[in-house]
């Protein structure tokens, strides 16, 4: 807006009671005003997805044993059969799942997905249909059986991670295409329709003898293939299961991973269930024996991001070849526990609200008559100007420790065409906590909309 109408504006509005004002005003300078809108539930058994946004990922089979990522045999161009002789080494005796479960919930996470099988094709359940699993090894011990049952005894809910792509199966037409070995190997039969008979086998077997499931996790449709049938089945078999986008068809809910969907780390806001999924370590989501890893800073920030804006996130760990988690990835995860526990209130149960103000240089929620200020971005400096809210909290309280925020109204010389003050946070720890995502909860005695928040709108959000 220009500076006149601009002026004529804050001129037809000074009469107005100061909250009337308010609204007036941003719905003039920004648009009309708009409540962010939340991601259609499911209405169904699938609704724990919503409830429980935080989980654990975990990558583990035969490539922990040499250490060098999860793709080991295509990206070390290893011949198939020289692969496999790893299966002989597969004995993992430290293999806790109690354990792993203990670790998540640490973290604050409240469910798992486990690599049933990855692009290798080893198979980490008592499969009938390969022998090229867990039994026929030293261990000789149902992994996904045991995790199953840990998880039921404690009420954890479990995903199951499945891999379409096969280097091993001998009926997957492996075309040199990305994720598949350069074509077929000696003793192959590649035919499509054999391979999805095999798959179709496997997903009925992990749909059918592992109890309640609480999501199915596709990976790798190289080919592309659709066929709704087969996520039907798995909907047959288990109704409270969640099924992400990288099967035969679009399945429940989107998969961003790491930070390469750039449109989904900088989306406003989802118009579907979205799930984004990051490894602790920046090479590889298996076990790496000399893995670089991600700061807490990064992971906090990307956790953050994703929560405030409705959506779930999975966070992964490699387990090392006796079972156990890294040290240097538990540590990861104990500090994210800390840091996610003492904000929890703003993510659990809260509701996306970044459109109440004009700043999108922080993410807002909201549970009742509280709003939640996330500063998941680089603080530039130890205050922060709520725009347009010209009502002050009944109280500021930064959650990270519990300490109370200072704030203001007064006008600043940067509101000096509006010529007046908007809520202002300040003498932030931001040098103290640069290594994390501050959180403030500010407590209103009236509905947040009343209390001087306006949204800038759904188009409006998007023009960062």
Same mark, same amino acid.
């Given at each position: 807006m220009r500076r006149r109408s601009f002026l004529r504006a804050v001129a037809a509005t000074a009469a107005m009671p100061p909250i009337a004002q308010i609204g007036a005003l941003a719905a003039e300078t920004v648009g009309a005003p708009a409540v962010p809108k939340r991601i259609?539930?499911?209405g169904d058994g699938r609704d724990w997805f919503f409830e429980r946004r935080f989980g654990m990922f975990v990558h583990w089979g035969l490539y922990a044993i040499p250490g060098f990522h999860e793709q080991h045999q295509w990206r070390r161009r290893v011949p198939r059969a020289e692969y496999a002789r790893l299966q002989a080494?597969? !004995?993992?005796a430290k293999y806790d799942p109690e354990a792993w479960l203990d670790l998540a919930e640490r973290a604050g996470m409240k469910y798992i997905c486990l690599t049933t099988k990855h692009h290798d094709g080893f198979c980490l359940w008592d499969t009938? @249909?390969?022998?090229y699993n867990t039994m026929n090894t030293p261990y000789g011990k149902d992994v996904v059986r045991m995790l199953?049952? /840990?998880?039921?005894?404690r009420g954890f809910p479990l995903c199951l991670y499945y891999s379409i792509a096969d280097w091993h199966q001998p009926n997957y037409p492996n075309q040199g295409?990305?994720?598949e070995l350069a074509g077929p190997e000696p003793g192959d039969e590649p035919s499509w329709d054999k391979y999805l008979e095999f798959l179709r086998g496997q997903v009925r077997e992990l749909c059918s003898n592992y109890g309640e499931l609480h999501g199915f996790w596709w990976d790798m449709n190289v080919p592309q293939h659709k066929d709704p049938s087969i996520n039907a089945m798995i909907r047959q078999l288990q109704p409270k299961a969640v099924i992400n986008n990288r099967g035969f068809d679009d399945g429940d809910f989107g998969t961003p991973e790491r930070d390469y969907d750039k449109k989904s780390g900088d989306a406003a806001a989802f118009d579907r269930p979205t799930e984004a999924c990051q490894s602790v370590g920046v090479e590889s989501w298996g076990y790496r024996k000399d893995e670089d890893y991600y700061s807490d800073r990064h992971l906090i920030r990307s956790i953050d991001r994703y929560l405030a804006r409705d959506a779930n996130y999975l966070l992964n760990v490699g387990p090392t070849p006796d079972g156990t988690i890294p040290p240097e990835a538990s540590a990861i995860l104990g500090r994210i526990g /800390?840091?996610?526990? +003492? #904000?929890?209130? +703003? @993510?659990?149960?809260a509701e996306p609200a970044s459109g109440l103000a004009q700043n999108r240089n922080?993410? @807002?929620?909201?549970?009742? !008559? !509280?709003?939640? #200020?996330h500063l998941n971005a680089d603080p530039p400096a130890d205050a922060v100007k709520l725009k347009p809210f010209a009502v /002050?909290?009944?109280r500021a309280t930064l959650l990270n420790d519990g300490r109370p925020v200072a704030f203001s109204m007064d006008m600043v010389p940067s509101d000096h065409l509006e010529q007046k003050g908007y809520l202002r946070l300040r003498g932030l720890p931001a040098n103290e906590m640069a290594n994390t995502v501050m959180v403030v909860k500010l407590e209103f005695d009236r509905p947040i909309e009343a209390a001087g928040g306006a949204s800038s709108g759904e188009d409006d959000m998007r023009r960062r």
């Open positions: 259609p539930r499911f080494q597969w !004995n993992p009938k @249909l390969t022998p199953a049952d /840990a998880c039921h005894r295409r990305h994720h /800390a840091w996610y526990g +003492s #904000v929890k209130e +703003s @993510l659990e149960g922080v993410m @807002l929620t909201r549970r009742g !008559n !509280n709003l939640y #200020v /002050a909290p009944k």
